[in-house]
């Protein structure tokens, strides 16, 4: 068995080191020039083992399993260039997010790309550092196939990497993406100084927004009540490892953000702004937070927008 991984950021070279310690794997990069340092600048302190390749050239990728760890936002691009070369092979989406250009998840850009392929999803709660450090993770597999769920399931699970399997892609992949915007939430809420309380209500309506939001694209609901759903929210709603709520935090306490850094949230909020009033779903605080990463709402008046909606029904 060989796996390659495609995306040398933070998340895909934690994988690809875990991986490493069981079985052949190649992590492709575009700017691959910290290789010969053994330690990729996303992973400081980190250092990689001789055993792990890294190439930037993908006609190296000759693995059967790829792991396509790229962010949401850019994996389009990449398959358009690139899919060719991976159809017919078992690929599975790491990223979170909604492309905003097709409001598609990775799973159905990837399974439009490359018609032959089995195409799967890994995610659940997990920082690529902790993995990298061999901390114990439970992720989930998701994959429509059965057959190839529970191979790629024994194929990625590791001695700290504990995989769950499931069937449901669209309720898995939907967990991860739409928890990046709710943690954007949570840590303005935290950074605007309004307090543990009100983050709790942040995480509990706002995973009820995504399960809604997941019911109308397909998803069951119980898997939004597993690893990839409340498990990686309450994970990203309540750590400062998260950058999705450090972003949050900034949003609320007015500061300045990192450029450059992978947010997810933002982008998908948007998406998901877009798809609400298609499927007909009432989601105010994903619909809040693309109004602040897009800056047409202020942070003073965005607890106003939310506690002004008419009384209802839990
Ligand atoms: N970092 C983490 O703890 C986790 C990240 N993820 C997900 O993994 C995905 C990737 O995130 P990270 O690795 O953390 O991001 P990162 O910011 O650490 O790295 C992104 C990488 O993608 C590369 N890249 C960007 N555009 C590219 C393109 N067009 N072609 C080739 N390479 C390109 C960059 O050079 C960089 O190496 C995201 O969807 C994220 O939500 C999932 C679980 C944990
Ligand atoms: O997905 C993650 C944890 O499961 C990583 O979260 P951030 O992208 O917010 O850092």
């Not at 990729?40 to 792991?67: C, E, F, H, M, Y």
């Not at 982008?267 to 937070?289: D, K, W, Y």
């Not at 202020?298 to 008419?310: F, T």
């Amino acid at each position: 068995m060989s796996i390659a991984v495609i995306g040398a950021g933070a998340f895909g070279t934690a994988l690809a080191l875990s991986l490493a310690g069981k079985t052949d794997v190649t992590l492709w990069g575009r700017d691959t020039a910290w290789a010969e340092r053994r330690e990729n600048p996303r992973l400081p302190g980190i250092a990689l083992p001789r055993s792990l390749q890294v190439t930037d050239r993908l006609d190296k990728i000759g693995a059967r399993t790829i792991l396509l760890a790229l962010p949401a936002q850019t994996l389009g691009g990449f398959l358009a260039d690139h899919a060719a070369r991976f159809d017919g092979r078992d690929l599975v989406s790491c990223a979170k997010g909604i492309d905003l250009v097709t409001l598609n998840g990775p799973s159905a850009l990837i399974a439009q790309a490359c018609p032959r392929s089995n195409v799967a999803v890994l995610t659940g709660p997990s920082f690529a550092a902790d993995i990298a450090r061999g901390l114990p993770t439970a992720l989930t597999l998701a994959c429509a196939d059965a057959a190839t769920a529970e191979h790629l399931q024994r194929d990625l699970s590791t001695a700290s990497l504990r995989l769950y399997r499931t069937t449901d892609v669209a309720g898995a992949e939907l967990g991860g993406a739409l928890k990046n915007v709710i943690a954007i939430a949570a840590g303005a809420a935290i950074g605007a100084g309004f307090g543990d309380s009100a983050r709790a209500s942040i995480v509990t309506r706002g995973f009820a927004e995504m399960t809604r939001l997941a019911a109308a694209l397909g998803a069951r609901p119980e898997t939004l009540t597993g690893l990839s759903g409340l498990g990686d929210l309450v994970l990203t709603c309540t750590s400062d490892q998260s950058r999705n709520f450090r972003y949050g935090l900034a949003l609320g306490a007015g500061d300045d953000f990192a450029a450059g850094t992978t947010v997810e949230g933002a982008a998908t909020a948007r998406a998901v702004a877009a798809l609400a009033p298609r499927l007909g779903v009432e989601l105010p605080i994903s619909q809040l937070v693309a109004g602040l990463a897009e800056g047409r709402i202020a942070m003073e008046h965005a607890l106003d927008i939310l506690l002004n909606r008419p009384l209802k029904e839990e």
